[in-house]
């Protein structure tokens, strides 16, 4: 993670697709909002491996995998939201460009 700024920054734009998401409908449900916070976090710490859309849904897959039911968080499951994943902090100017 480079700094505490850039952290602050990533965090509404992860969060908001993560708590979007809600896969287990753990809102709906009556869950608190910050129910996701430690897994946006991890993502959040994720970013300098993001480049493409095959990588943040890698990264979701890792993530929720490790929290929930890894048979359950498929790269190929989390592709819709790791399109989300990538496409928000990109337009917010936090992911680095290489030649993906």
């Not at 753990?26 to 710490?45: C, K, S």
């Not at 993530?63 to 990109?90: I, N, W």
Request: one cysteine or more; charged letters at 25%.
């Amino acid at each position: 993670m480079k700094t505490r700024s850039y952290y602050d920054a990533a965090i509404e734009p992860i969060g908001s697709v993560i708590n979007a998401w809600d896969p287990y409908s753990l809102h709906t449900g009556g869950a608190p909002r910050d129910e996701f916070e430690p897994e946006i976090a991890r993502l959040v710490a994720r970013i300098p491996r993001i480049h493409s859309l095959g990588d943040a849904a890698r990264e979701i897959s890792v993530v929720s995998s490790a929290t929930f039911k890894q048979q359950r968080f498929t790269v190929g499951v989390c592709a819709d939201v790791g399109a989300k994943l990538y496409e928000r902090p990109q337009n917010a100017g936090l992911l680095s460009t290489r030649g993906a």
